[in-house]
T-cell receptor, first 111, second 114 residues
Framework: DGGITQSPKYLFRKEGQNVTLSCEQN?????MYWYRQDPGQGLRLIYY???????QKGDIAEGYSVSREKKESFPLTVTSAQKNPTAFYLC??????????FGDGTRLSIL | ELKVEQNPLFLSMQEGKNYTIYCNYS?????LYWYRQDPGKSLESLFV?????AVKQEGRLMASLDTKARLSTLHITAAVHDLSATYFC??????????????FGQGTILTVHP
């Protein structure tokens, strides 16, 4: 069954800690994306990657980092520099002319 | 910079009634998407609109695109409770350094009540 798997579903971060959100896809899609969603708001793009070993900043990249060492995987690290990390994080992938396909999300909270 | 605005942001409907959600965008684009999100869940793709005058229908939902007016509509016919969700439009950036990126509207929270 093809899809996108995000883990964990819920994550708690302590002050000064970096945390990493996992995103894995088995859709053979080249492009992958990370979005942040705050309550009552639309999605804002953090980082995206069109191809392995390449990625670009989105609209709100400060305090986040990513890597794309494998086609299937696009992990997002929320660093201690991100002062307001509490949000719902969605990973998406895209192949060809199809719409972006989204994972089930990770909800990150501050301890 | 591409801006996408939806209205209304909140919509409370009675079952059986019709209503329309509007999505305006600020610069030229060649592709627009509608997504549905249930509370605490992921986004589900509803429609892809590719050209001026495009119309797509699925059940009680119909989406259309007017690229000249930079406007898309999502029309709900004879609403039922199961349609309660948040609906987003998203527009593809058509040029410049943001080519291919999606910009989302704020979302419309739809509640259908008896």
């Amino acid at each position: 069954d093809g899809g996108i798997t995000q883990s964990p579903k819920y994550l708690f971060r302590k002050e000064g800690q970096n945390v990493t959100l996992s995103c894995e896809q088995n859709l053979n899609h080249d492009a992958m994306y990370w979005y942040r969603q705050d309550p009552g708001q639309g999605l804002r793009l953090i980082y995206y990657s069109q191809i392995v070993n390449d990625f670009q900043k989105g609209d709100i990249a400060e305090g986040y980092s990513v890597s794309r060492e494998k086609k299937e995987s696009f992990p997002l690290t929320v660093t201690s520099a991100q002062k307001n990390p509490t949000a719902f994080y969605l990973c998406a992938s895209k192949g060809g002319s199809q719409p972006q396909h989204f994972g089930d999300g990770t909800r990150l909270s501050i301890l | 910079e591409l801006k996408v605005e939806q209205n209304p942001l909140f919509l409370s409907m009675q079952e059986g009634k019709n209503y329309t959600i509007y999505c305006n965008y600020s610069t030229t684009s060649d592709r627009l998407y509608w997504y549905r999100q249930d509370p605490g869940k992921s986004l589900e793709s509803l429609f892809v609109l590719l050209s001026n005058g495009a119309v797509k229908q699925e059940g009680r939902l119909m989406a259309s695109l007017d690229t000249k007016a930079r406007l898309s509509t999502l029309h709900i016919t004879a609403a039922v409770h199961d349609l309660s969700a948040t609906y987003f439009c998203a527009v593809v950036n058509a040029g410049g350094t943001s080519y291919g990126k999606l910009t989302f509207g704020q979302g419309t929270i739809l509640t259908v009540h008896p």
